[in-house]
């Protein structure tokens, strides 16, 4: 096959390029490379390249800078997503687009399915919802991935800032009152693999870790690997703090944990557990 991958240089770009079959042809395009928030450079580079999937890991995700600067944040992720689903219907590729758990507001407490109902509490989550519905409108026949908590080798993380903090701080304030699954991105990238491959049906997908965890729950466990990895020295105390202790920008869900169900049939959920074993030993 001839994949088209946007966001080439993020975490879940990085993960899918390791992953992909050698006998598919990739053409990896970075933001510098093409900023998918202009439609005739996209629709130029599909009718070069002529794609059979276009992969959509691309994303303004700075969701605290994009409180005041929401202008970029939409054009990312309102209208790329947009304008690749138009360059996808063009040339008769398949669409893969990826979302976010933020479409939710976090005031649920039972794992969310895919046709639960939206409610985004800021710019980034209203911009990406928005992505999600253009995309819907131009190919209904998409595939959109809702994930969360996403980490890896690659790029910033909470799994890196955590590690770095450890190796100077004897005890860590953590936010305690937010709940969700971490993802790994290569996790990801693999169940992204396997639905193309599967024929999946379009519409959303959620994909998330495989056991729900507190950040600070979370920062633990990165800890505990750490230290038995021999990254780290010691493990520094974990405080348990409320969101109101730790105040941003942007709202966070307080319940961020995605039902893997529908996907269940394609790719298991993330286990991030084994992935932290993985790939902490590396950084």
């Given at each position: 096959?001839?994949?088209l991958?946007?966001?080439?240089?993020g975490?879940?770009g990085?993960?899918?390029q390791?992953l992909?079959?050698k006998?598919d042809t990739?053409?990896a395009?970075g933001s510098q490379e093409l900023?998918?928030?202009?439609?005739q450079?996209?629709l130029a580079?599909?009718?070069?390249?002529?794609?059979?999937?276009?992969?959509?890991?691309?994303?303004?995700?700075?969701v605290?800078?994009?409180?005041?600067?929401?202008?970029?944040a939409?054009?990312?992720?309102?209208h790329?997503?947009?304008?690749?689903?138009?360059a996808?219907k063009q040339?008769g590729a398949r669409?893969v687009?990826v979302?976010?758990?933020?479409v939710f507001?976090?005031?649920?407490?039972?794992?969310?399915?895919?046709?639960?109902a939206?409610?985004?509490?800021?710019?980034?989550?209203q911009?990406?919802l928005?992505?999600?519905?253009?995309?819907?409108s131009?190919?209904?026949e998409?595939i959109?991935?809702?994930?969360a908590?996403v980490?890896?080798e690659y790029?910033?993380?909470?799994?890196?800032?955590m590690?770095r903090l450890?190796k100077?701080?004897?005890?860590?304030?953590?936010?305690?009152?937010?709940v969700g699954?971490?993802t790994?991105?290569?996790?990801?990238?693999?169940?992204?693999i396997?639905?193309v491959?599967?024929?999946?049906p379009?519409g959303?997908?959620h994909y998330c870790?495989?056991r729900?965890?507190?950040?600070a729950?979370?920062a633990?466990?990165?800890f505990?690997?750490?230290e038995?990895?021999?990254?780290l020295?010691?493990?520094?105390?974990v405080n348990?703090i409320?969101t109101?202790?730790?105040p941003?920008?942007?709202k966070?869900p307080?319940y961020?944990v995605?039902s893997t169900a529908k996907?269940?049939?394609?790719?298991p959920?993330?286990d991030?557990?084994?992935a932290?074993?993985?790939?902490?030993?590396?950084?």
């Amino acid at each position: 096959m001839k994949i088209l991958l946007s966001g080439a240089n993020g975490q879940l770009g990085r993960c899918f390029q390791d992953l992909v079959s050698k006998t598919d042809t990739v053409l990896a395009l970075g933001s510098q490379e093409l900023d998918i928030s202009n439609l005739q450079a996209v629709l130029a580079v599909a009718e070069e390249f002529r794609p059979d999937i276009i992969i959509n890991a691309a994303a303004y995700t700075a969701v605290d800078k994009a409180e005041s600067d929401a202008a970029r944040a939409g054009a990312v992720n309102c209208h790329g997503p947009e304008n690749l689903a138009l360059a996808a219907k063009q040339v008769g590729a398949r669409l893969v687009h990826v979302s976010t758990d933020y479409v939710f507001d976090g005031s649920g407490s039972v794992p969310y399915l895919e046709t639960d109902a939206v409610n985004p509490l800021g710019v980034y989550g209203q911009t990406k919802l928005a992505g999600e519905l253009l995309v819907q409108s131009v190919l209904p026949e998409a595939i959109i991935i809702r994930t969360a908590w996403v980490f890896s080798e690659y790029g910033n993380n909470f799994v890196k800032t955590m590690l770095r903090l450890a190796k100077d701080r004897p005890e860590l304030g953590v936010v305690a009152d937010q709940v969700g699954c971490p993802t790994y991105a290569g996790d990801i990238a693999a169940a992204i693999i396997k639905l193309v491959a599967g024929n999946a049906p379009g519409g959303i997908y959620h994909y998330c870790g495989d056991r729900s965890v507190s950040w600070a729950e979370f920062a633990q466990a990165i800890f505990a690997e750490g230290e038995s990895a021999g990254v780290l020295a010691s493990q520094p105390k974990v405080n348990f703090i409320s969101t109101e202790q730790y105040p941003t920008p942007a709202k966070r869900p307080a319940y961020s944990v995605l039902s893997t169900a529908k996907i269940a049939a394609y790719y298991p959920a993330s286990d991030w557990q084994a992935a932290l074993v993985k790939i902490i030993p590396n950084l």
